[in-house]
């Protein structure tokens, strides 16, 4: 039925899948299944199970790629980084099981991302940058086998053409690389130097023409082996850009509403789904009972993430949080392992100037075990991710959701300087939110208060604790690789203790100010 559902959303036919291995010539880095067009489906019924967790962990490469690019990693620096992720993710224990699961991965992502453009524009750009690092890890004979196998409209020059533009092309290569040792083994590396270069009409190549890095002659490009890369992924943009819209009203007219009470929601979800650690319980985590009401100032000052810290200081000088900022800190509260008992404690204390005694009781006090599993529908909920944070919108008088969306430049830059962050992490903070990278935001500001790198990115407020807590016990020494000395903890103009991170301008119970 898995089968049907996608041969039946992407228009193709559950055609048996390429029987290419994984490269094994000799000098192949990464252990890579072929590279694909994603023109067939797998033959064979897919299990929900299967298609849920392939779907999963083609995610993880795709979002680790973005990460990387929105980091600001150059090119080669990304290239290895993504081959470990699709080695660590997409790899099974057979060829045969690796190539399935890289194009039911494929196939199951489509759907999911299908449904809007910005979905569509997000996953085809992702999607090219995967295939270009595959691309670039096949050797040059790999590479010439799948332009071919493909019937990519490309072919190596003849040795006629060769020699008739032989010097125009040393020329042009030489200015590209400025290198003649480069120039020299590009020509002489090919068994058959007219091999090493192809032609094609020049706006197959719009990368190459643009930056002025290929010859052309009467409206023609010459690539060489080093940029064919560029003649395969145009293609490849091409086919994926055109399913994607069919994939998106088949699905819509056809699939989902038959779908709807099974596999609909699963694609719906996985667009939005968290992929990091779980810190919905926190006793199976073994840190219940770490946290008491008594060290929450402390450790809003250590580790708290600037969303926490924001609404924290809030509920200490109004005395009250909206049901929305409630739920974000309580559930972030119990996530760090703060029980039920601390928690009615904590919340008690702080709202005691407007809910004192019976009156937090009555309408307050269910809030707080809801939370916790023992009231209502008893289920036992979970800390907000970053990205549920950074899609709510507070209005006025809230002080939820994310301050690096939240807030405006002047209002964020005054909150980040308030937590003992260097200058350069403040302005590297203040400039990711600008541009809509929240979370590396948040990691840039966890960077400068702690003095080492952030690898994995902030994905979950809690994690952010965590790693905080880690570093503040021992377990990773501060100045570790991705920080210069002049990077580490600020000790200038350290902020007093209990300052607050709000600024005079989003206090709570005024209105946000908006990043435009």
Known sequence: MVGWVLANSVGAPALTPSKEGLSSEPGSKHALPSLSMYSELPGSEISIEEFEQAALDRLRVLKGLDDLKAKGFRPDQVQDKVLSLVDQYLKAATRESTIRKDTVSHYVLRLAYCRTEELRRWFLAQECDLFRARFRALLPGEQRAFIEGNRLPFRPLTPAEFREVEDDLRATMLAVTGSLQQTNALFQGAAAPHEAFYRAPF????????????????????????????????PFRAALSKALVTTARRWSQVVGPSEAHRLAPIVESLSQRYLGPDYSDPEKRGVTGQVAASDIPRLAQESFPLCMQVMAQALHESHHLKHDGRMQLGLFLKGIGLPLEEAVRFWRAEMAATAPGEKFDKEFLYNVRHNYGKEGNRRDYTPYTCSKIIASVPGVGQVHGCPFRTFGPDALR???????????????????AKAGHFQLACAAVWEGKHGCSCETGINHPNQYFEESQKVLHGEQQPGGPGLSQSQGVSTANPAPAGASPLPASVQPHTKHARVA
């Open 414 to 432: 005054s909150a980040i300087s308030r937590l003992q962050v260097t200058p350069a992490k403040v302005d590297e903070a203040c400039a990711k």
């Open 203 to 234: 706006e197959a190549v719009p990368d190459l023409v643009g930056s002025r890095r290929v010859y052309l002659r009467a409206g023609h490009a010459y690539v060489s082996r080093d940029q064919a890369v560029s003649l395969a992924v145009q």
